[in-house]
């Protein structure tokens, strides 16, 4: 299988779960706006979120699937099946540690560290403390889910692992339904939330599950033993599990400092779920099929092969996100205001969002950048260089949001995070073409300036096309009008982007197939 047919197994899935994502949001904003409860919800939710990447997502795809992947190189799929044996007994009896103190820290870590801002408010304190609560259990399920999918991708078993995201949508928006059929007050229908959060939790773990006994492995729960390769494990993970939480990290830290706002909380994640339609379709899929690719290339000493891996990755993800990027800039008013500006949520609420996620739209090649070049550390089994550019950009964005929210309010909270992101990119490929890792090609940067003038051309057509465009996108227009205005424009957008770059040669489809195909080895 080609790594371009990889990418979009991954892609298409991981699409799936954002346009689901984009449902859910568009509910939530419409029953809970910018207002109190969504700031509680969010606040409560943006814990164990971070807690997920950090034990979960970073560590499990930096550091378990490089050593899965070698276990059933050199010993088969029974000797990759104690290893995730072993792994399991520990992770289980650590996570389930952790959940425990955390569940009883609770309260000082809301009133501390989560929403320090929700301080004058004791209800808003209170109601977060208990949400909190309830949604934390959700790391223990979703980091057993990513120890599982990191079995799957090194099988190139995917589909699963990218599709089980979707269920925390469908969950999440089933008690939305409910809550607005009801007619439940905001208050109620954040609870509702809470509990699905932890629902979805279970169901994506069964999901996983069943996928890895598809496979054709079974896992055995057995007493926690520091083996050889669990130490090598955790060796791996814990500068791993920093790196890979980076967002969160920038975004809990934003959080806190936006607290002091009422609505800045919501305003963030509604631009959040935005920019995460790209970042996950392109970022995640390029994150999760490189890195078992990369480790199976260089533990079979084929250096060559895996520069031109990954600098065919990087390619993809520039043709992919350079477009998106511009687009996100020019028209961040009009996709907020389609997809949120109903019910509570109002046109001056869409003017800050809008503004949020032009910012966004700059950072997104960078974003995405980080999880095209990290994997060449990480298949080295190399953690600890991107965890020190990690907590030097994490440095940036604490100083710039500091700095900046008290004379931009949220926008200057979105500036710091996507100029850490750059800052990251800029010192990982950097690090590489320092070592060696990275291969210098005059045909990539060639390809770079020539998508950068295709990106040129879109955005002047796009701009003059928005100015003919507006009169449907008002919000005394239909929202059938304002749907179909928005979707010409992309069209238009994509037309003339694709156009252009294959017709200048920043794009050369059968060049890319030539490149990226490799056979699946036995």
């Not at 706006?33 to 409560?44: I, L």
């Not at 099988?155 to 599709?163: G, K, P, Q, S």
């Not at 995070?417 to 800029?426: D, L, R, S, V, Y």
């Amino acid at each position: 299988m080609s790594l371009v047919k990889k990418f979009m197994t991954v892609g298409g899935a991981t699409l799936g779960s954002r346009i689901f994502g984009f449902a859910r949001e568009t509910f939530m904003a419409a029953a809970l706006g910018t207002g109190p409860m969504a700031d509680v919800f969010y606040a409560a939710f943006r814990f164990p979120n971070l807690f997920r990447r950090l034990f979960a997502e970073g560590a499990f795809n930096a550091a378990f699937v490089p050593l899965f992947s070698k276990e059933i190189e050199a010993n088969g799929v029974d000797g990759a099946k104690r290893f995730s044996e072993e792994v399991f007994g520990v992770l289980f009896s650590a996570l389930l540690l952790i959940t425990i103190v955390m569940e009883l820290m609770m309260p000082w870590l809301v009133e501390w560290i989560i929403a320090p801002g929700f301080a004058d408010d004791a209800e808003k304190t209170a109601l977060t403390i208990r949400m909190a609560a309830v949604m934390f259990p959700y790391l223990m399920c979703m980091s057993l889910t990513a120890m599982l999918s990191g079995m799957l991708n090194s099988l190139h078993h995917f589909f699963a692992a990218a599709v089980a995201p979707v269920f925390l949508n469908v969950v999440m928006i089933g008690a939305l339904f409910y809550g607005l059929w009801i007619h439940a007050d905001p208050r109620e229908i954040a609870w509702y939330l809470s509990w699905s959060v932890l629902a979805a939790g279970v169901l994506q773990m069964a999901v996983v599950y069943a996928g890895v006994r598809h496979a054709g492995i079974n896992i055995g729960f057995k007493r926690p033993r520091m083996t050889p390769n669990v130490k090598r494990l955790l060796l791996l993970a814990v500068p791993a599990a920093v790196t890979g939480g980076i967002t969160q990290i920038n975004q809990i830290i934003g959080q806190a400092i936006a607290s002091s706002k009422e609505g800045a909380i919501a305003a963030l994640q509604y631009a959040d779920r935005i920019y995460q339609l790209p970042l996950g379709v392109v970022g995640v899929a390029v994150g999760v099929v490189l890195l078992p690719e990369l480790a199976r290339a260089l533990k079979a000493g084929h250096a060559k092969e895996a520069g031109t891996i990954q600098n065919r990755s990087i390619e993809f993800v520039l043709f992919l996100t350079l477009p998106a990027a511009a687009g996100l800039w020019i028209l961040s008013d009009a996709i907020i205001r389609v997809l949120y500006e109903r019910g509570q949520f109002s046109a001056e609420n869409t003017a800050v969002v809008g503004s949020i996620l032009a910012i966004y739209g700059l950072g997104l090649p960078g974003f995405v950048m980080i999880k095209a070049l990290q994997p060449g550390f990480y298949a080295r089994e190399d953690t600890r260089t991107p965890m020190r550019f990690t907590i030097a950009s994490v440095i940036v964005n604490s100083g710039l949001a500091i700095t900046l929210f008290p004379l931009i309010a949220e926008r200057g909270i979105a500036t710091a995070e996507a100029t850490a992101g750059w800052i990251n990119t800029i010192l990982l490929g950097f690090t590489l073409l320092r070592r060696g890792h990275l291969q210098w090609e005059w045909v990539l940067v060639k390809r770079m300036a020539l998508l950068l003038v295709s990106t040129g051309v879109m955005s002047a057509a796009l701009v003059y096309a928005l100015r003919h465009a507006e009169p449907y996108l008002t919000p005394q227009s239909s929202l059938l009008h304002q749907v179909a205005a928005l979707a010409v424009l992309l069209a238009i957008a994509m037309l003339v982007y694709f156009a252009c770059a294959f017709a200048i040669g920043g794009a050369d489809l059968g060049m890319l197939r030539r490149n990226l195909k490799r056979k699946r080895r036995a």
